[in-house]
């Protein structure tokens, strides 16, 4: 038991470690004389991909796009419960038909609320 | 067999069909009346199909998950009955929310589902599932006003709730580690053929007893309490201080029990913990109390000094041998008055307030006159938790101190008894600006015939087990029976 904490202690420790050393890297190659360390504009701008930034960070996107994201979510559900299922479907016979038959219907609950409330419309 | 096992949830699975019942009917309905009396009708079919398992006492279904026996369904009885008397009390106050009603029961219900798994869980896995199904829903109702207080009052209790988690996880991933186990009584198993603790086993215990202690809103883990219990809507903050504190108290006497409570050197260990704790707890509860304007928050400060008087009885629990049952019952019996006694007056708080709508202690003078019913059961309840006769309140106290003086602790019922004095301070201050004062206006103040029949329930309850407590002492010796001890 100690033994498997161990590996979840040496983990932490390499965790901290990485996260440490990886901030600290350009100052460490500035005094081995690698990188000349100029600050420049272009190198203080904030880095996200490489790309140019363009705009603001503060994009206001259309709140419906989280209502299509959670109903996405809904139907990933539906997929990894139901394929492992259709996969087996010989072996769980009657009571795993029962059983995703009651999920169905759990998850059919949650459209219908999402249909009535207007999520699905894009006014 | 799993599905022949599936009898032993029938409350909770008629429960979630209501719940899901509720969702739809809301979205066709238009007559939003109908939705309580579904709740309601939910509820009582649960309480049959819970009734009908009573007596099957200490069976284990699902792999040693849930444990069937008569303390969880005495507990889950005490939760639907909660249930059903904040959904009747609800009945004015839901106009508020407008059009999300339907959300405010299901939601309401999905919570009780929550709870009532947390009192017949007997594995660290699903004790933790059951707690967050708990915890998630009422994290919705708590913000469910939307205006300032109410989001800040969620928030709180998310992020602070989310920790309590973390610590709580924590504990039992340590004591999982440790003992190898996550089912309470093979945790119970280790400790009978070891003859010490390690000391991160012991860690692991207290962050068990720290992530509960947030559940229970003991001391240091009460700071949420006064926020969250001021911004909830009032009916989710009486269900907070009734419901979600009966099965904090539930699943805490079970872990501690069950899992922790052989040998003696193990249950002398955390029994000091809690005696410090308690009196903490009530000392802080209390003294705040004191100097509190507003009426939620009064409660909540109040119920924090409740929880101490009943971690006596927990630490009592401890210190006695062989899990004396006597004291459990005294826990289960003072969870039971409390619950009645809480949520009657919160019924009154939200009459009261549906007609003058304020929290103001100040804006309650003259009550008396205005409505001298609701004025009348307030003071009952108020007498009652301060424990004074002829209320239930006092012998739940006598009940609890009594098996915690027969433990040794009397240091501790002193510093209980004391605090009782105290709290008669303030809870008389609310009697008097309720009678003595003149009222601002003379306006009747009265209310809907659904929380005039839930705070007669609570009244006549409160004054019975006062009067003839025998039968219900009764009752709550019969609950103590735990699976595996």
Redesign the interface.
């Known amino acids: 038991m100690l033994e498997q904490f161990g590996y979840v202690g040496i983990f932490l420790l390499i965790a901290t470690g990485f996260t440490v050393l990886i901030p600290l890297l350009p100052k460490l190659f500035k005094l081995m004389g690698l990188i000349p360390g100029k600050k420049t504009a272009a190198k203080l701008v904030q880095y996200e991909c490489g790309m140019q930034t363009i705009g603001k960070t503060w994009v206001q996107f259309n709140f419906r796009y989280y209502y299509f994201a959670v109903l996405f979510v809904l139907l990933d559900m539906l997929t990894i419960f139901l394929y492992p299922w259709a996969v087996n479907i010989k072996d769980l016979g009657v009571g795993g038909l029962v059983a995703v038959g009651i999920f169905l219907v759990i998850l059919a609950v949650g459209y219908i609320y999402a249909w009535r409330k207007g999520a699905l419309q894009w006014k | 067999m799993l599905?022949d096992e599936m009898k032993y949830i029938t409350p909770e699975i008629s429960l979630l069909c209501f719940a899901?019942l509720i969702?739809?009917v809301d979205?066709?309905v238009t007559r939003k009346g109908v939705l309580p009396i579904l709740s309601v009708i939910g509820a009582l079919v649960a309480a049959f199909f819970t009734v009908g398992l009573w007596g099957n006492g200490g069976i284990s279904a699902f792999n040693n998950m849930i444990a069937i026996d008569q303390f969880g369904l005495f507990f889950k009885l005490l939760i639907l009955a909660s249930l059903v008397l904040v959904v009747m009390a609800s009945n004015k106050y839901v106009l508020k929310f407008e059009k999300f009603q339907g959300e405010y029961y299901a939601v309401l219900m999905l919570s009780a589902i929550g709870l009532m798994l947390l009192v017949s869980a007997v594995n660290l896995i699903t004790i933790y599932v059951s707690l967050e199904l708990s915890s998630i829903s009422l994290y919705a109702l708590v913000s469910f006003l939307k205006d300032k207080a109410s989001s800040e009052a969620g928030l709180k209790y998310l992020i602070l709730g989310a920790v309590a988690s973390a610590i709580l996880l924590y504990g039992m991933a340590l004591t999982f580690?440790?003992t190898?186990s996550t089912g309470l009584t093979a945790i119970a198993d280790y400790f009978r053929t070891s003859s010490t603790a390690s000391p991160l086993l012991l860690t692991g215990l207290v962050l068990i007893i720290a992530g509960f202690g947030f559940k229970i809103a003991s001391v240091p883990f009460q700071l949420w309490v006064p926020d969250v219990y001021e911004g909830a809507p009032t009916p989710i903050t009486a269900y907070l201080s009734v419901a979600s504190k009966a099965a904090g108290f539930a699943v805490i006497t079970r872990i501690l029990m069950t899992a922790f409570g052989q040998p003696d050197w193990l249950h002398a260990e955390w029994a000091i913990i809690i005696a410090v704790l308690a009196a903490l707890t009530m000392t802080v509860g209390n003294v705040t109390a004191l100097v509190q304007t507003n009426i939620k928050r009064l409660f909540g400060y109040s119920s924090i000094a409740q929880a101490g008087y009943l971690m006596v009885g927990l630490a009592a629990m401890g210190m006695a041998t062989q899990g004396n049952a006597d004291i459990r019952s005294g826990i289960i019996f003072f969870l039971f008055s409390y619950t009645l006694t809480n949520l009657g007056a919160f019924i009154a708080i939200i009459a009261i307030s549906n007609k003058i709508d304020s929290d103001q202690i100040a804006d309650y003078t003259g009550m008396g006159k205005r409505s001298p019913l609701l004025a009348g059961a307030l003071t009952l309840f108020l007498v009652s938790l301060t424990g004074l006769p002829p209320t239930a309140g006092l012998i739940a106290k006598i009940y609890i101190f009594n098996g915690a003086v027969d433990q040794g602790l009397l240091w501790l019922v002193v510093i209980a008894v004391i605090n009782s004095v105290i709290s008669a301070f303030y809870y008389f201050r609310v009697v008097k600006v309720m009678w003595m004062g003149e009222p601002a206006s003379q306006d009747k103040v009265t209310s809907s015939w659904p929380e005039w029949t839930a705070l007669a329930v609570c009244c006549i309850m409160v004054v019975i087990i006062g009067v003839a407590p025998g039968a219900f002492v009764g009752l709550t010796q019969a609950a103590v029976k735990m699976f595996g001890i």
């Open positions: 599905i899901l969702v739809v979205l066709f580690g440790l190898g």
